[in-house]
Antibody, heavy 118, light 109 residues
Framework: QVQLQESGPGLVKPSETLSLTCAVS?????????WGWIRQPPGKGLEWIGS???????YYNPSLKSRVTISVDTSKNQFSLKLSSVTAADTAVYYC???????????WGQGTLVTVSS | EIVMTQSPATLSVSPGERATLSCRAS??????LAWYQQKPGQAPRLLIY???TRATGIPARFSGSGSGTEFTLTISSLQSEDFAVYYC???????????FGQGTKLEIK
């Protein structure tokens, strides 16, 4: 059974870059599927940030595309999110997730709260 | 961008009764629609994909229907553990885009 675990700073200053990593266990990223990030501002709904295929192809939400980079490190079996020039509007719980090549997301990390504040 | 609209925002239902949640897409998404359940402090859980297929381990009281732009999630006999927020998600342009509805909060009447 796959497990996903997010890690990274819980506090980021405005204008800086938010960086998170998702460690995957129970499945080798290099074997396939799409790996992505979804966020949820406090008390609000879900927003897809972007995804990466195991081969490295990336797909980003057009509204965030200019600020987002998702990468994969198959040697460490993990993938990462970088979101630049953050503002308070980027404060959210960030989830990493696995999409088994269908579009529906069956596997989620527990989520990590990132607060943007000086 | 395809916009997903869920109704109602809040639904109050008594345990044992049926709950019907709606999701409308701004343009056709065929059957590329999923439903998720989210409880406080937890990650969402996939309930339904392909508009009507239950995910692994999901009880039969959960059912999905619809295609095109109109979708429904029905919970046939509400259990205490079913009170949560429910989201629909379209993936018609997968893997290029996914969008979620704003959610329906199902609360105990």
């Amino acid at each position: 059974q796959v497990q996903l675990q997010e890690s990274g700073p819980g506090l980021v200053k405005p204008s800086e870059t938010l960086s998170l990593t998702c460690a995957v266990s129970g499945y080798s990223i290099s074997s396939g599927y799409y790996w992505g990030w979804i966020r949820q501002p406090p008390g609000k709904g879900l927003e897809w940030i972007g995804s990466i295929y195991h081969s490295g192809s990336t797909y980003y939400n057009p509204s965030l595309k200019s600020r987002v980079t998702i990468s994969v490190d198959t040697s460490k079996n993990q993938f990462s999110l970088k979101l630049s020039s953050v503002t308070a509007a980027d404060t959210a719980v960030y989830y990493c997730a696995r999409d088994k090549s269908s579009g529906a997301v069956a596997d989620w990390g527990q989520g990590t709260l990132v607060t943007v504040s000086s | 961008e395809i916009v997903m609209t869920q109704s109602p925002a809040t639904l109050s239902v008594s345990p044992g009764e049926r709950a019907t949640l709606s999701c409308r897409a701004s343009q056709s998404v065929s059957s590329n629609l999923a439903w998720y359940q989210q409880k406080p402090g937890q990650a969402p859980r996939l309930l339904i994909y392909g508009a009507s297929t239950r995910a692994t381990g999901i009880p039969a009281r959960f059912s999905g229907s619809g295609s095109g732009t109109e979708f429904t999630l029905t919970i046939s006999s509400l259990q205490s553990e079913d009170f949560a927020v429910y989201y629909c998600q379209q993936y018609n342009n997968w893997p290029f885009m996914y969008t979620f509805g704003q959610g329906t909060k199902l609360e105990i009447k």
